[in-house]
Protein backbone atom coordinates (compact mmCIF):
# COMPACT_ATOMS: atom_id res chain seq x y z
CA UNK A 1 0.00 0.00 0.00
CA UNK A 2 0.87 3.74 -0.03
CA UNK A 3 1.82 5.48 2.63
CA UNK A 4 3.48 8.05 3.76
CA UNK A 5 6.48 8.21 6.23
CA UNK A 6 9.11 10.63 7.76
CA UNK A 7 12.81 9.67 5.93
CA UNK A 8 14.18 11.95 8.91
CA UNK A 9 14.25 14.44 10.91
CA UNK A 10 13.42 18.08 9.40
CA UNK A 11 10.99 20.22 7.75
CA UNK A 12 7.83 19.12 5.19
CA UNK A 13 10.42 17.96 2.48
CA UNK A 14 11.26 15.14 4.92
CA UNK A 15 7.72 13.60 4.00
CA UNK A 16 8.27 10.22 1.41
CA UNK A 17 5.38 8.42 0.19
CA UNK A 18 6.21 4.78 -0.39
CA UNK A 19 5.05 1.61 -0.69
CA UNK A 20 4.63 -0.72 2.31
CA UNK A 21 3.18 -3.87 3.47
CA UNK A 22 -0.73 -3.59 4.20
CA UNK A 23 -1.45 -4.15 7.66
CA UNK A 24 -3.24 -6.91 8.84
CA UNK A 25 -5.98 -6.62 12.23
CA UNK A 26 -4.72 -8.23 15.41
CA UNK A 27 -6.94 -9.03 18.29
CA UNK A 28 -9.62 -6.50 19.02
CA UNK A 29 -8.29 -4.30 15.76
CA UNK A 30 -9.59 -3.89 12.75
CA UNK A 31 -8.52 -2.92 9.54
CA UNK A 32 -9.56 0.59 7.96
CA UNK A 33 -9.15 1.30 4.17
CA UNK A 34 -8.89 5.32 4.48
CA UNK A 35 -10.52 7.58 2.90
CA UNK A 36 -9.42 10.79 4.49
CA UNK A 37 -6.98 11.91 7.10
CA UNK A 38 -7.06 14.60 9.08
CA UNK A 39 -3.79 16.43 9.47
CA UNK A 40 -2.91 18.53 13.09
CA UNK A 41 -0.21 20.31 14.52
CA UNK A 42 0.98 17.70 16.24
CA UNK A 43 1.93 15.79 13.08
CA UNK A 44 3.90 18.84 12.65
CA UNK A 45 5.91 18.31 16.06
CA UNK A 46 6.52 14.81 15.36
CA UNK A 47 7.46 15.25 12.06
CA UNK A 48 10.39 17.88 12.92
CA UNK A 49 11.40 15.66 15.83
CA UNK A 50 9.82 12.78 16.78
CA UNK A 51 8.66 14.15 20.04
CA UNK A 52 5.89 12.30 21.58
CA UNK A 53 6.25 9.16 19.76
CA UNK A 54 7.50 5.47 19.83
CA UNK A 55 8.69 5.52 16.56
CA UNK A 56 8.62 2.20 15.05
CA UNK A 57 11.23 0.70 12.29
CA UNK A 58 9.17 2.68 9.82
CA UNK A 59 8.43 6.23 11.02
CA UNK A 60 4.28 6.57 9.63
CA UNK A 61 2.93 9.75 9.96
CA UNK A 62 -0.61 10.81 11.13
CA UNK A 63 -3.94 9.56 13.31
CA UNK A 64 -7.05 11.53 11.98
CA UNK A 65 -8.71 8.72 10.01
CA UNK A 66 -12.38 8.35 8.41
CA UNK A 67 -12.86 5.26 5.91
CA UNK A 68 -14.58 2.08 5.57
CA UNK A 69 -13.66 -1.67 7.72
CA UNK A 70 -11.74 -3.72 5.33
CA UNK A 71 -11.71 -6.53 7.86
CA UNK A 72 -12.18 -7.20 11.79
CA UNK A 73 -9.60 -9.30 13.59
CA UNK A 74 -10.49 -11.99 16.57
CA UNK A 75 -12.51 -11.00 18.98
CA UNK A 76 -14.38 -7.65 17.14
CA UNK A 77 -18.31 -7.61 17.73
CA UNK A 78 -19.16 -4.18 17.12
CA UNK A 79 -17.90 -4.02 13.51
CA UNK A 80 -18.18 -5.46 10.05
CA UNK A 81 -16.78 -5.11 6.44
CA UNK A 82 -18.12 -2.49 4.66
CA UNK A 83 -18.79 0.06 8.08
CA UNK A 84 -17.92 3.48 7.59
CA UNK A 85 -16.14 4.75 10.81
CA UNK A 86 -13.87 7.72 11.99
CA UNK A 87 -11.22 7.96 14.78
CA UNK A 88 -7.90 8.55 16.12
CA UNK A 89 -6.06 4.86 16.54
CA UNK A 90 -3.14 4.26 19.10
CA UNK A 91 -2.35 8.37 20.16
CA UNK A 92 0.09 9.59 21.26
CA UNK A 93 1.84 6.03 19.63
CA UNK A 94 2.03 6.21 16.00
CA UNK A 95 -0.83 4.93 13.91
CA UNK A 96 -0.01 5.97 10.25
CA UNK A 97 -3.42 7.54 8.83
CA UNK A 98 -1.07 9.19 6.12
CA UNK A 99 -1.90 5.77 3.99
CA UNK A 100 -4.35 3.37 2.33
CA UNK A 101 -4.95 1.46 4.93
CA UNK A 102 -4.82 1.54 9.08
CA UNK A 103 -4.80 -0.30 11.78
CA UNK A 104 -6.45 -0.12 15.66
CA UNK A 105 -8.43 -0.99 18.71
CA UNK A 106 -12.04 -1.57 17.19
CA UNK A 107 -13.06 0.79 19.96
CA UNK A 108 -10.34 3.45 18.95
CA UNK A 109 -12.73 3.79 16.03
CA UNK A 110 -16.58 5.03 16.28
CA UNK A 111 -19.28 4.97 13.20
CA UNK A 112 -18.63 7.64 10.88
CA UNK A 113 -21.81 10.76 11.18
CA UNK A 114 -24.08 9.52 8.57
CA UNK A 115 -24.22 13.64 7.72
CA UNK A 116 -20.93 13.60 7.07
CA UNK A 117 -18.59 12.63 4.21
CA UNK A 118 -15.07 11.41 4.56
CA UNK A 119 -13.45 14.49 4.26
CA UNK A 120 -15.24 16.32 7.11
CA UNK A 121 -15.38 12.89 9.37
CA UNK A 122 -11.43 12.96 9.01
CA UNK A 123 -11.38 16.84 10.27
CA UNK A 124 -12.98 15.75 13.70
CA UNK A 125 -11.15 12.98 16.09
CA UNK A 126 -8.24 14.64 17.22
CA UNK A 127 -9.30 18.28 17.43
CA UNK A 128 -12.95 17.57 18.49
CA UNK A 129 -11.85 14.88 21.33
CA UNK A 130 -8.97 17.70 22.29
CA UNK A 131 -12.21 19.90 23.02
CA UNK A 132 -14.38 17.61 24.57
CA UNK A 133 -12.22 16.34 27.07
CA UNK A 134 -10.66 19.15 27.87
CA UNK A 135 -14.17 21.05 28.77
CA UNK A 136 -16.49 18.10 29.54
CA UNK A 137 -13.85 15.86 31.27
CA UNK A 138 -10.92 18.27 32.64
CA UNK A 139 -12.67 21.76 33.07
CA UNK A 140 -16.21 19.71 34.18
CA UNK A 141 -17.35 22.75 32.41
CA UNK A 142 -21.53 23.69 33.79
CA UNK A 143 -24.39 25.00 31.85
CA UNK A 144 -24.39 29.19 32.56
CA UNK A 145 -20.68 29.13 32.93
CA UNK A 146 -18.32 31.59 31.31
CA UNK A 147 -15.88 30.21 28.76
CA UNK A 148 -12.75 31.82 26.90
CA UNK A 149 -11.36 29.86 24.14
CA UNK A 150 -7.85 31.36 22.67
CA UNK A 151 -7.28 30.47 18.73
CA UNK A 152 -11.34 29.59 18.22
CA UNK A 153 -10.88 29.96 14.54
CA UNK A 154 -8.22 27.22 14.73
CA UNK A 155 -8.62 22.96 14.34
CA UNK A 156 -9.78 22.75 18.18
CA UNK A 157 -10.97 25.90 18.51
CA UNK A 158 -13.88 26.60 16.66
CA UNK A 159 -15.37 23.11 17.64
CA UNK A 160 -14.49 24.31 21.47
CA UNK A 161 -16.53 27.06 20.60
CA UNK A 162 -19.63 24.66 19.56
CA UNK A 163 -19.00 22.03 22.36
CA UNK A 164 -19.08 24.94 25.04
CA UNK A 165 -22.06 26.50 23.31
CA UNK A 166 -24.34 23.33 23.46
CA UNK A 167 -23.41 22.31 27.14
CA UNK A 168 -24.82 25.94 27.65
CA UNK A 169 -22.13 27.90 28.25
CA UNK A 170 -21.29 31.88 27.41
CA UNK A 171 -18.69 31.59 24.79
CA UNK A 172 -15.97 34.33 24.27
CA UNK A 173 -13.34 33.46 21.72
CA UNK A 174 -10.24 35.27 20.52
CA UNK A 175 -9.29 35.30 16.54
CA UNK A 176 -8.08 37.76 14.57
CA UNK A 177 -11.31 40.12 12.74
CA UNK A 178 -11.26 38.03 9.44
CA UNK A 179 -12.47 35.21 11.38
CA UNK A 180 -15.37 36.92 13.50
CA UNK A 181 -18.08 36.52 11.55
CA UNK A 182 -17.46 32.90 11.21
CA UNK A 183 -17.32 32.55 14.83
CA UNK A 184 -20.36 34.03 15.28
CA UNK A 185 -21.94 32.21 13.25
CA UNK A 186 -20.82 29.23 15.22
CA UNK A 187 -22.40 30.25 18.25
CA UNK A 188 -19.78 32.36 20.06
CA UNK A 189 -20.82 35.32 22.05
CA UNK A 190 -18.27 37.63 22.14
CA UNK A 191 -15.17 38.19 20.04
CA UNK A 192 -12.19 39.88 20.64
CA UNK A 193 -9.04 40.83 17.91
CA UNK A 194 -6.14 39.68 19.65
CA UNK A 195 -4.61 42.12 16.95
CA UNK A 196 -5.81 45.04 18.53
CA UNK A 197 -7.11 44.29 22.19
CA UNK A 198 -5.52 43.11 25.25
CA UNK A 199 -7.93 39.90 25.66
CA UNK A 200 -7.29 40.50 29.69
CA UNK A 201 -8.51 44.38 29.47
CA UNK A 202 -11.69 43.16 27.41
CA UNK A 203 -13.16 40.72 29.30
CA UNK A 204 -13.25 39.02 33.05
CA UNK A 205 -15.25 36.94 35.15
CA UNK A 206 -14.06 33.76 33.17
CA UNK A 207 -14.79 30.40 34.20
CA UNK A 208 -12.93 27.99 31.82
CA UNK A 209 -10.20 29.53 29.80
CA UNK A 210 -8.87 26.96 26.66
CA UNK A 211 -5.23 27.83 25.91
CA UNK A 212 -4.53 26.46 22.35
CA UNK A 213 -1.83 29.11 21.99
CA UNK A 214 0.59 28.73 25.07
CA UNK A 215 3.67 30.98 25.43
CA UNK A 216 2.50 33.83 27.56
CA UNK A 217 -1.23 33.38 26.96
CA UNK A 218 -1.53 31.06 30.04
CA UNK A 219 -0.12 33.19 32.60
CA UNK A 220 -2.00 36.59 31.26
CA UNK A 221 -5.56 34.24 31.18
CA UNK A 222 -4.76 33.49 34.96
CA UNK A 223 -6.26 37.38 35.16
CA UNK A 224 -9.21 36.74 33.90
CA UNK A 225 -10.31 33.93 35.92
CA UNK A 226 -12.89 34.30 38.69
CA UNK A 227 -12.39 32.38 41.83
CA UNK A 228 -13.01 28.79 41.11
CA UNK A 229 -12.10 28.98 37.38
CA UNK A 230 -9.98 26.59 35.32
CA UNK A 231 -7.19 26.80 32.66
CA UNK A 232 -6.73 24.35 30.90
CA UNK A 233 -3.71 24.38 28.41
CA UNK A 234 -3.36 22.39 25.01
CA UNK A 235 0.15 22.81 23.65
CA UNK A 236 2.19 21.50 26.35
CA UNK A 237 3.56 21.02 30.40
CA UNK A 238 6.13 23.84 29.57
CA UNK A 239 2.76 26.34 28.82
CA UNK A 240 0.96 25.77 32.29
CA UNK A 241 1.53 28.70 34.90
CA UNK A 242 1.62 28.16 38.33
CA UNK A 243 -1.19 27.92 40.23
CA UNK A 244 -2.89 31.25 41.46
CA UNK A 245 -5.13 31.57 44.81
CA UNK A 246 -8.65 29.57 43.80
CA UNK A 247 -7.56 28.92 40.84
CA UNK A 248 -6.77 25.27 38.89
CA UNK A 249 -4.47 25.20 36.06
CA UNK A 250 -3.57 21.81 34.12
CA UNK A 251 -2.40 20.39 30.55
CA UNK A 252 -4.41 17.55 28.82
CA UNK A 253 -3.04 15.14 26.42
CA UNK A 254 -5.89 14.00 24.44
CA UNK A 255 -6.61 10.05 23.76
CA UNK A 256 -8.62 7.86 21.77
CA UNK A 257 -11.66 7.73 23.41
CA UNK A 258 -15.05 5.66 21.79
CA UNK A 259 -17.67 7.26 23.94
CA UNK A 260 -16.40 10.88 23.31
CA UNK A 261 -16.46 9.82 19.48
CA UNK A 262 -19.95 8.57 19.89
CA UNK A 263 -21.03 12.34 21.84
CA UNK A 264 -19.71 14.16 18.78
CA UNK A 265 -20.98 12.43 16.06
CA UNK A 266 -24.67 12.67 18.27
CA UNK A 267 -23.60 16.61 18.43
CA UNK A 268 -22.57 16.72 14.59
CA UNK A 269 -26.07 15.17 13.77
CA UNK A 270 -28.47 17.03 16.18
CA UNK A 271 -26.95 20.08 14.28
CA UNK A 272 -24.72 21.69 16.86
CA UNK A 273 -21.39 20.74 15.66
CA UNK A 274 -19.71 22.00 12.44
CA UNK A 275 -16.65 21.26 11.11
CA UNK A 276 -15.01 23.81 9.43
CA UNK A 277 -11.99 22.52 6.40
CA UNK A 278 -9.94 24.88 4.98
CA UNK A 279 -7.35 22.99 2.84
CA UNK A 280 -8.31 19.47 1.08
CA UNK A 281 -5.20 18.08 -0.43
CA UNK A 282 -4.42 14.31 -2.07
CA UNK A 283 -2.19 12.13 0.24
CA UNK A 284 1.00 12.71 -2.32
CA UNK A 285 1.09 16.53 -1.25
CA UNK A 286 0.87 15.91 2.67
CA UNK A 287 4.40 17.84 3.00
CA UNK A 288 2.24 21.18 1.16
CA UNK A 289 -0.09 20.73 3.54
CA UNK A 290 2.34 20.83 6.32
CA UNK A 291 3.58 23.88 5.13
CA UNK A 292 0.42 25.55 4.97
CA UNK A 293 -0.36 24.15 8.44
CA UNK A 294 2.62 25.43 9.92
CA UNK A 295 1.74 28.87 8.77
CA UNK A 296 -0.57 29.25 11.57
CA UNK A 297 -3.21 31.14 9.42
CA UNK A 298 -5.71 27.72 9.32
CA UNK A 299 -9.02 28.85 9.58
CA UNK A 300 -10.75 24.79 10.91
CA UNK A 301 -8.92 21.57 9.49
CA UNK A 302 -6.20 20.16 6.70
CA UNK A 303 -7.37 16.92 5.04
CA UNK A 304 -5.78 14.67 2.54
CA UNK A 305 -7.88 12.54 0.59
CA UNK A 306 -6.86 8.70 -0.07
CA UNK A 307 -7.49 7.31 -3.51
Known sequence: MRAVVVSQWGGPEVLTEVEVERPEPGLNEILVRVHAAGVNPVDFKTRASG??????????????????????????????????????????????????????????????PASLD???????????????????????????????VHAAAGGVGHLAVQIAKARGAYVIGTASA???????????????????????????????????????????????????????????????????PGVRTGWTLVEPDYRGLLEIAALVEAGELRVVVDTVLPLEQAAKAHEIGEQGRTTGKIVLTVA
Do not use: C, N
Open 178 to 244: AKHELLRELGADEVIDYRTTAFEEATSDIDVVIDAIGGDYGQRSLGVLRPGGRLVTLPGPDAVPADA
Open 51 to 112: ALIDWAEVPAVGWDVSGTVEAVGPGVTVYRPGDEVYGMPHFPRQAGAYAEYVTGPARHFAPK
Open 118 to 148: HVAAAALPLAALTAWQALVDTARLKAGERVL
